[in-house]
Structures are given as structure tokens and as C-alpha cells.
């Protein structure tokens, strides 16, 4: 019987910076990174601190065969490869890409300008897991495995980001942080990727009053995560990229008001699993 299994698994729910202090152990202090199953085909979103922990679990597991997708090469979004273990494991392959870097460079480059001297002391060369580097253009519509599609949007962040929806068995997991809204307007290119799906995890770094003296920044507010998802007909909210300064109780306080908006909304931890 065919595995039909789709979920979605919180490595890394933190923005910018990873933090760990007795207040933050409830939601999680490492940076973003996601594992997206759809049946047998294993995903990975953006490869910030979190992936070092999904890597010890993939390793136990034995050889893999996976893609990884990269919403942006800003750091806090890069920094956990060098520390990926399956990357240096013969017995498994991975598929790297990004959308929001082409023309102007390259991942492959990317990631050695990342794991070059001073900064690091192997190269990407060391990787003994076959590894290639994808860099598509941001809006086309990508299909990694059988019956999966991902459709891809552009955000609105610093040296661009991309956005990723992924459809399987009729239903979808979207996934946009790193984009900043824009005030008063709705997004279009995010309401048309998200409509009618079934999870959306959002950028809310910051809430209203915080984002008054953070505008250019490439983040946005949960606020707006709730009116794109309105907007679009959208099901599950998810509140993601918390600030590194906001602990736990500050969390468990903008989960009350987020779920008050829009009940059925969820802040994202990490360990949690989502089903659409």
C-alpha cells in the first residue's frame, strides 16, 4: 500500500539568531528549519540550526534521499549545513535548492563562500553524500517526487526570499518566511499562493507595536499572517520566526491574542507536528 502519509515537523521555529536560556525551552530556541514528509519523499526547509538536530535523527535512520529547499541564504537560514552529519554520509543524496539567487550568483557558490577560511575550515568539497545544487527562478512550479508539486512565489525581504507551497494528496502545506508586508494592502503574490490551503506558516516576528520601529526590516507581524490567511481562505495559521528576544511567557501571550483573532491558530514549537 502506497504511504500517504503528509506532515510537517518543526526543527528550527526561531528568527535571526538562535538563543537558549531557561526561557525560551518551550518554543524552541534554534532557527529555521522544517521537514516536510509527503508519503516515502522526505523535504527540507531552509537549513538553519534546527537541521543540525533533524540530522542526527535522519543518520540513525540510515542512508537518505532527500531535497532541501532554501526560502534565502541570509544566515540564520544557512548556518546549520556545515553541521548537517548526513551530508558527510556516503550512503545518502541530497538535492539542494534555491529560487531568489539566479542570475546574480549561485548556490553552489554560496554555500563555499559560507564553508571557506576564515569562516569555516572545510569546503563544501568534503560532503561525502552525493550532493547537487538546483537554482531555479522564483514563481516556477517545481516537482520533486511523484504526485508532489510545489509551487514557488516571490517575498519581500532583503535580497529576496522565495515562498514555497506544497501539494500532495489534494491537500497543502505552505511555507513564506522572510517577507515583510506592506501596510494597508494585501500581498498578492502570498494570497494567491496560499489559497484555500490547508496550513500557512507565516513570518509573525514581530506584533503591531514592535513592528513600528522595525518597517524595511523583512519581517512582518502575526496580524497580517491572519489577514493574508483570511484573505485567502486559508485553513491552519501558523505563527513562525519568533523573535530571538521573546521568551516563553511573551510567546504563550501573542498565542492568547493570535488564537483570540483567529481561533484555531497555532504558534509553532519545535518538535511539533502538523497534519494537514
Excluded at 215 to 227: C, M, N
Aim: hydrophobic share 40%; net charge negative; with cysteine.
Amino acid at each position: 500500500m502506497a504511504n500517504l502519509d503528509f506532515h510537517v515537523r518543526f526543527w528550527g521555529v526561531r528568527g535571526s539568531i538562535a538563543c537558549s536560556s531557561e526561557d525560551v525551552v518551550r518554543y524552541g530556541g534554534n532557527t529555521s528549519c522544517l521537514e516536510i514528509r509527503c508519503g516515502d519523499h522526505l523535504m527540507i526547509f531552509d537549513g538553519g540550526t534546527g537541521l543540525r538536530y533533524l540530522g542526527r535523527e535522519l543518520i540513525a535512520q540510515g542512508g537518505q534521499d532527500a531535497d532541501i529547499y532554501f526560502t534565502h541564504a541570509h544566515f540564520d537560514h544557512v548556518c546549520g549545513m556545515p553541521f548537517f552529519a548526513p551530508l558527510f554520509d556516503k550512503r545518502s543524496t541530497f538535492r539542494l535548492h534555491a529560487g531568489n539567487l539566479a542570475p546574480q550568483t549561485n548556490l553552489h557558490d554560496t554555500m563555499c563562500q559560507m564553508m571557506a577560511a576564515p569562516l569555516f575550515p572545510i569546503p563544501p568539497s568534503f560532503f561525502a553524500a552525493k550532493v547537487s545544487f538546483d537554482d531555479f527562478i522564483c514563481g516556477e512550479t517545481l516537482h520533486p517526487a511523484p504526485g508532489v508539486t510545489l509551487r514557488t512565489a516571490p517575498l519581500n525581504h532583503p535580497n529576496g526570499a522565495t515562498g514555497y507551497r506544497v501539494d500532495f494528496q489534494g491537500k497543502s502545506i505552505c511555507y513564506l518566511t522572510d517577507t515583510e508586508h506592506v501596510e494597508g494592502q494585501l500581498d498578492a503574490n502570498i494570497v494567491d499562493l496560499i489559497e484555500g490551503a490547508d496550513i500557512v506558516i507565516y513570518d509573525a516576528m514581530y506584533t503591531d507595536a514592535e513592528y513600528a520601529t522595525r518597517k524595511g526590516w523583512g519581517h512582518s507581524t502575526w496580524k497580517a499572517g491572519v489577514d493574508v490567511c483570511n484573505a485567502a481562505g486559508a485553513k491552519t495559521f501558523v505563527a513562525f520566526h519568533h523573535d530571538p528576544d521573546h521568551n516563553d511567557d511573551f510567546m504563550d501571550r501573542v498565542a492568547l491574542d493570535i488564537t483570540a483573532a483567529r481561533p484555531g491558530s497555532v504558534v509553532a514549537r519545535e518538535g511539533m507536528v502538523l497534519h494537514p
